[in-house]
């Protein structure tokens, strides 16, 4: 894991001399569709939080998710919370002053934590690995941008249980908007 940080940290050092007079940072937030539709909205569906960088041609784009859900039953309260780490590595191509596209991927990990004092094991948690395949645009509004984007996610799902044999994986379709605010650019 630490390589492709350092190959990812190498590019975008050789990418930022030719590209300084493009350059654009934010902030940004990304809702799937899905959470209004969802009572029980969970680790996948949280909104996330998003700096995205964008070098001239090429965006990188950390972000951050998190959910905790909580109920209550004869005193005792059972819990699950899930924390989404990531980072997005695009090609990124401005269509004109206001239309944008990017192609590329994004990876990551989700924590998923669950309390049940019913349970043998009151706490437990798992890492869930994710990458997908990703296509997006957006349209600037001076320095606000609005945008869509669509995933190809395959998640090889962790496991609550230490020592466990069994490989669970999901591939699944995500669509997000995006709003994002520019600081520079």
Not at 2 to 20: C, D, E, K, M, Q
Not at 38 to 44: E, H, N, P
Not at 157 to 169: L, N
């Amino acid at each position: 894991m630490s390589r492709i940080f350092l190959v990812l940290g190498l590019f975008f050092l050789i990418t930022l001399p030719v590209t300084a007079q493009q350059n654009r940072v934010g902030l940004g937030v990304s809702v799937q569709p899905d959470i209004i539709f969802s009572v029980s909205a969970g680790a996948a569906l949280a909104p996330q939080l998003y700096i995205p960088v964008t070098l001239g041609a090429f965006r990188f784009e950390p972000g951050i998710g998190f959910s905790r859900r909580a109920s209550s039953l004869d005193d005792e309260t059972f819990s699950d919370s899930a924390l989404r780490l990531g980072t997005g590595l695009f090609y990124y191509q401005a269509r004109d002053d206001n239309d944008a596209l990017y192609v590329g991927a994004r990876i990551g990990l989700i924590r998923i934590s669950e309390t049940n004092p019913f349970d043998i094991d009151e706490s437990q948690s798992r890492t869930d690995f994710i990458i997908a395949p990703t296509l997006g645009g957006e349209h600037y509004f001076g320095r606000l941008s609005l945008g869509v984007e669509g995933q190809l996610e395959y998640t090889r799902i962790g496991s609550f249980i230490e020592d466990d044999e069994v490989t669970r994986s999901q591939f699944q379709t995500r669509a997000l908007f995006f709003v994002r605010y520019h600081f520079s650019g």
